[in-house]
Every structure is written in structure tokens, then in C-alpha cells.
């Protein structure tokens, strides 16, 4: 009896170590970069995204909003690999770019990002969003660009998209959402309103799922897909069914004539050699042979 109740115990331990294990790793494996579906504050959220100045190059599809820094290099990763892939399921990306606020003290944006956050938010300018994106942010001064610092109003505008962050990320985290950059936020086909905090990549394939967009975009087509090419011959004209296009023969320049004459000398309609007396070849006479001459030690012929 004592060893039965050993072994069960035993093997109860184990099942429960066995049943921790696999959670675990349905959790860190999967579980952790779902999105979430937003159940509380839909409402406050839907009306924070609408008044905020996001960018846009268009599309007029159902919109997805990514909220980053323009420091983040997961959210920069996100708009260059997933992007093109929301665009052609019909999703119009929306852009929504914060200056982090300081933290201890210490300046988390520079006056340039401080001043184009100002800009982006005042004129929505989608070409001065694309500029800034394809310059390195060490190597983007704002030129022509009015700083915020300094200025009333556009430092009132700075102050604005963080409040904006400050809000939805405590709106978000109420809901369950892990806070990390870029936050995406969408509707799904059943017009519910999910998030995500995506900063690792593998949360980036369940959206593609819910909203129907491909994995991959501009592959090249397979080469047994292609169609067959049509054999031609030389001259270019379609070869008739049932027969092998031939060679084209080569096209060789014509001699000209001179002084009215053909190629081969002769005037035209004139046969060859006629007229002509034939030519009896001078007969020739035999050389006599060479005479020994006998010098010193050789005889030369």
C-alpha cells in the first residue's frame, strides 16, 4: 500500500511539473503576442484616435493606427516590412508620432523631433513624414522648419501628442494591453476594437491573419507558371503547325557591276569565252643537265 500511494504521488508530481511546462510554453510560445480585444473603454479610445493628427498616405481602406517615437526601432522595422502587406489587403496604415516626454531630468527627444512633431501634427504633411522616416535621425536638422522651442504654440502641440500617449497607453493597460512600441490598434471583421503592443515581431503575423493580409508581397512568378514563348523563325513570321522554323539564310551584299559589265567580266547576254581566239601555251625547251665541275674536296651540280 505504502508504495502504491509512493508511485501515485510521484506520478502526480510529475503530471503537474508536465502541465506547468506545457503552459508555459503555450504562454511565451504563442499566447503572449495575441492581441487584445478591447472589452472596456472602446469608446474613449475610438474618440483619442480620431482627434489625434495622424498621417497617412492614403488608401481610404479600413484604418489601422501604429502610435511610435521616431526613435523606436521596432516601430520603424514595423512600418518598413508590414505596411506594403496591410496596403494590399485594403488596410490605410495611420501614423501617429509622439515626443517622449523627459524622464529625470534627462531629454528623451532632440529639438529637430521636437519641432517636426509640431509640424506633422499642424500640417498632417505626408511627404515631410516620408522625408523624416528616410533620414537617419542623427543626420535630421528640420531645416525650414519652425522650431517648437521657444514658440507658445508649437510647444503647446509637443505638450499635446504626449498627453495624447499618456492617455491611451493608461486607456490600453486598463484593458490588458502590454505597452510597448509601436502600439497598433484596428478593428477586425467583426468590428471589434483590438490592440497589440508590438514590439517583437512574431505578434505582427496574428494581424496579418485578422485582417486578411498576405505574408509576402511582390513575388516573382514561378518559372513553370510562365507562359510558353512562341518559336519564331528568322524572318519573324509564325512558324506553321506541324514544322520546325528553319535557319534564315544569311543575306549577303551584291556585287555591283562595273562598266556595264557582270560579275564574272562578261557583258551581259554575252556566253563566257566568246569571241575569243584560243591561245595555244609557247612550247618549252628542254634544259640540259648540270655538268659535274670537280673542285677541292666536293662535287656541286
Known amino acids: 500500500m505504502r508504495r502504491f500511494l509512493i508511485w501515485s504521488a510521484l506520478a502526480a508530481l510529475i503530471g503537474l511539473i508536465l502541465a506547468g511546462l506545457g503552459y508555459w510554453a503555450y504562454w511565451n510560445f504563442y499566447s503572449r503576442f495575441q492581441p487584445v480585444t478591447i472589452s472596456r473603454n472602446q469608446a474613449q479610445i475610438q474618440q483619442l484616435l480620431d482627434e489625434a493628427s495622424w498621417v497617412s498616405g492614403g488608401g481610404g481602406g479600413e484604418p489601422l493606427y501604429i502610435v511610435g517615437y521616431r526613435d523606436s526601432a521596432s516601430a520603424q522595422r514595423y512600418e518598413q516590412e508590414e505596411v506594403a502587406k496591410l496596403q494590399a489587403a485594403g488596410v490605410e496604415p495611420r501614423v501617429i508620432l509622439f515626443a517622449r516626454a523627459d524622464r529625470e531630468g534627462l531629454a528623451q527627444s532632440t529639438a529637430a523631433e521636437r519641432a517636426t512633431i509640431a509640424e506633422l501634427w499642424l500640417t498632417r504633411d505626408w511627404s515631410l513624414y516620408q522625408r523624416w522616416a528616410a533620414t537617419p535621425a542623427r543626420n535630421w536638422t528640420a531645416a525650414g522648419i519652425p522650431q517648437a522651442d ?25 484593458a490588458g494591453v502590454h505597452i510597448t512600441y509601436p502600439l497598433i490598434l484596428w478593428r477586425d471583421r467583426d468590428g471589434f476594437l483590438k490592440a497589440c503592443g508590438c514590439a517583437d515581431s512574431r505578434s505582427w503575423a496574428f494581424i496579418r491573419d485578422d485582417l486578411n493580409a498576405p505574408d509576402r508581397v511582390g513575388q516573382a512568378t514561378p518559372v513553370d507558371e510562365l507562359p510558353a514563348a512562341e518559336a519564331y523563325p528568322g524572318d519573324g513570321s509564325p512558324a506553321e503547325a506541324g514544322q520546325t522554323p528553319a535557319m534564315p539564310y544569311p543575306a549577303l551584299p551584291a556585287i555591283p557591276p562595273a562598266n556595264g559589265q557582270t560579275p564574272n567580266g562578261q557583258t551581259p547576254n554575252t556566253p563566257p569565252n566568246a569571241g575569243t581566239p584560243r591561245q595555244t601555251p609557247p612550247a618549252t625547251t628542254p634544259r640540259a643537265a648540270p655538268q659535274a665541275k670537280k673542285q677541292d674536296d666536293t662535287t656541286f651540280f
Open 150 to 174: 521657444g514658440n507658445l504654440a508649437r510647444s503647446a502641440v509637443v505638450d499635446a501628442s504626449r498627453q495624447f500617449d499618456e492617455r491611451l497607453t493608461a486607456l490600453l493597460s486598463d
